[in-house]
Antibody, heavy 110, light 113 residues
Framework: QLAESGGDLVHPGGSLRLSCSGS????????MHWVRQTPGKGLQCVSA????????HYADSVKGRFTISRHNSKNTLYLQMSSLRTEDTGVYYC?????WGQGTLVTVSS | DVVMTQSPLSLPVTLGQPASISCRSS???????????LSWFHQRPGQSPRRLIH???NRDSGVPDRFSGSGSGTHFTLKISRVEAEDVGVYYC??????????FGQGTRLEIK
């Protein structure tokens, strides 16, 4: 019901755009989140957006570098990532918290 | 941010025996709307997390009734009445009361003895 794309290997300082497509549920009814899982570690919500898209939130570690947005008519969530750091490496899940995607791997390495 | 603290972090259990995981929050999880937005998730190796329980004690569709959630305020518990082989993996609690600042516990790894 959620499918992420856009993960890749990128050099430090580089940029990446993640996308997440929703189906089989009313996408516009749900707040959406990007949750990062780093190797061997737990889950951290790096960004969140409300159902209408007019309230956004960022973890301190990504504030000013990441931008979350959504296009409800396309049932799609985005995460624009810039000035990437090695510590941004991880699997990024898009989730309503009820529904989860399969995750997309972002690797930041020189 | 609301800090979620789980214990134990590792839980070896014999098949057929019960298991219990504790989750404590640094602030009350009672929302102004009267609900308590505390959820439990299970993640198997190589898979995405799956929500088991929401609003403290409500099982999600398809979740076996051997899983139960309880608690209030700042202290919550996930119980498995009889552990089965498919229950191995990592369990996380998560608070959604203080949205957009949702936070997860560190995770509890359940393994079969």
């Amino acid at each position: 019901q959620l499918a992420e794309s856009g993960g890749d290997l990128v050099h430090p300082g580089g940029s990446l755009r993640l996308s997440c497509s929703g189906s089989d549920f009313t996408f516009s009814d749900y707040a959406m989140h990007w949750v990062r899982q780093t190797p061997g570690k737990g889950l951290q919500c790096v960004s969140a957006i409300n159902d209408k898209g007019d309230i956004t939130h960022y973890a301190d570690s990504v504030k000013g570098r990441f931008t979350i947005s959504r296009h409800n008519s396309k049932n799609t969530l985005y995460l624009q990532m810039s000035s990437l750091r090695t510590e941004d490496t991880g699997v990024y899940y898009c989730t309503t918290t009820r529904y989860w995607g399969q995750g997309t791997l972002v690797t930041v390495s020189s | 941010d609301v800090v979620m603290t789980q214990s134990p972090l590792s839980l070896p259990v014999t098949l057929g025996q019960p298991a219990s995981i504790s989750c404590r929050s640094s602030q009350s999880l009672v929302h102004s709307d009267g609900n308590t937005y505390l959820s439990w998730f299970h993640q198997r190796p190589g898979q995405s997390p799956r929500r088991l329980i929401h609003k403290v004690s409500n099982r999600d569709s398809g979740v076996p009734d051997r899983f139960s959630g309880s608690g209030s305020g700042t202290h919550f518990t996930l119980k498995i009445s009889r552990v089965e082989a498919e229950d191995v993996g990592v369990y996380y609690c998560m608070q959604g009361t203080h949205w957009p600042l949702i936070t997860f516990g560190q995770g509890t790894r359940l393994e079969i003895k």
